[in-house]
């Protein structure tokens, strides 16, 4: 860590010792049973290393357990079963080499959480097995704030204090706030009956069981799309490999159409779309004859009805790769339709041209405007610029035209 980042650490933590002797001392915690503390750090640390992933992110099933353990032990000692239990639950992953031992002091930190409901029972002079639904509001958003709070202090001390930042972590608290319902339940018979704080360990197995299933079925996802990545990649290399000036336009191509999609508002997957497509737009010329794709004079019929065929060659590749780049072979089919209707191979027109594969013919015809070709010189960028207004509404969807064209000025 960072001599910032390090100094705030141990600011939180000598932070909480501090809050911690307080309440030791103006609430002692008197006879404990060991039974009931060692259950309760064992089951925290327990809950604590179930991770499960969310829409949003992943959190832990902490809350589950420490709702129970708030009405079991004496309020004093409640922050101190937490750390304990949390430094526990990084046993295993420190002998496994996952985490430095010497880090674990800053689970301290983690266990502010715990602070802000200990607080609101210790100063209302309430326990929480009397207290009533107001009073347990009233600690669940301590328990929100100061964690809020010290989070931001975290995250300023890491350079990331960022207001952004927090709301994006916000999710976790309603996380929580379900978790805790169920852990009341629980809570309302440990006094009566001390062996109900074995209850939540059920509800944990099976929460672990069903996020374990989930997590594995993520990371089948993100290696099977990288999987369709690197074929995406591979493939760009075999264009270049295989015709140079190919190669390059579309990785022209791609930096551009990623410029207008964003311009645009395109969601993430329309982005990702775009700049596979873009980068793939011209697989197909791989075959079509060099001597066709390279010559410098114009094509006669023959040639320019065999050229013609690689968007519907490049479209068959990419369905053979599967996943989300037959999304892209849809793309690629239709890089060459025109807005009027008189392109090919469908004869699409307007809105019925998928708008990646709208953005991927402007740029393709900006870039081919504006290099060398085998049969011409770049134009200027004057020139090319009037092109393209006037190519706007007949060959190209007018508004990606106004987008390539906002982000070109913004460029220079």
């Known amino acids: 860590m960072a001599g910032r980042e390090r100094l705030t650490e141990a600011s939180v933590a000598a932070a909480f010792i501090g809050v911690v002797a307080g309440l030791l001392w103006r609430l002692p915690p008197g006879n404990v049973s060991i039974a009931m503390a060692a259950a309760s750090v064992l089951i925290m640390a327990v809950a604590s290393a179930v991770r499960f992933d969310t829409p949003f992110g992943f959190t832990v099933a902490t809350q589950l357990a420490f709702v129970p353990v708030l009405f079991a032990l004496p309020l004093a000692l409640v922050p101190v079963s937490v750390v304990m239990a949390l430094a526990l639950a990084h046993v295993p992953a420190v ?7 010497d880090r674990l002091w800053m689970v301290i930190g983690n266990a502010w959480f715990s602070i802000g409901p200990v607080m609101v029972f210790a100063i209302s002079g309430t326990q929480p097995r009397h207290a009533g639904a107001l009073l347990l509001i009233v600690a669940f958003a301590a328990q929100v704030a100061v964690d809020s709070a010290i989070c931001a202090i975290r ?5 990331e204090a960022s207001l952004s930042t927090q ?189 990646e594969a709208r953005i991927i013919a402007c740029c393709d015809t900006w870039n081919a405007m504006r290099t060398d070709r085998s049969y011409r010189k770049a134009l200027s960028q004057d020139v090319a610029m009037a092109e393209l207004h006037k190519n706007s509404g007949s060959q190209l969807d007018p508004e990606v035209v106004g987008a390539l064209l906002r982000v070109l000025e913004a460029d220079d």
């Open 167 to 355: 709301l994006q972590q916000a999710w976790v608290y309603a996380v929580d706030a379900a978790l805790a319902v169920i852990g009341l339940l629980v809570a309302e018979d440990v006094h009566e009956t001390p062996a109900a704080i074995l209850a939540v360990l059920p509800a944990l197995w099976l929460l672990w069981m069903f996020a374990r299933e989930r997590h594995d079925k993520l990371e089948g996802l993100v290696a099977l799309n990288n999987a369709y990545r690197g074929t995406a990649l591979v493939l760009g290399d075999v264009i270049e490999a295989d015709d140079g000036y190919t190669g390059e336009h579309c990785k022209s191509v791609v930096t551009l159409a990623l410029a207008v999609a964003v311009e645009l508002g395109l969601s993430r997957e329309q982005c990702r779309n775009v700049e596979f497509g873009a980068l793939l737009h011209d697989v197909g010329k791989i075959a079509i004859p060099k001597e066709i794709i390279n010559k410098p004079g114009a094509l006669d019929p023959q040639e320019w009805t065999l050229i013609r065929t690689h968007t519907i060659e490049g479209q068959r590749m990419l369905d053979r790769a599967g996943g989300f780049m037959r999304d892209v072979g849809l793309i690629v089919r239709s890089h060459h339709e025109r807005w009027d209707g008189s392109g090919y191979p469908d004869q699409l027109a307007g809105a019925a041209i998928p708008v």
């Open 155 to 159: 995250l300023w001390g890491a350079g």
């Open 95 to 101: 002998i496994n080499g996952h985490f430095r031992p």
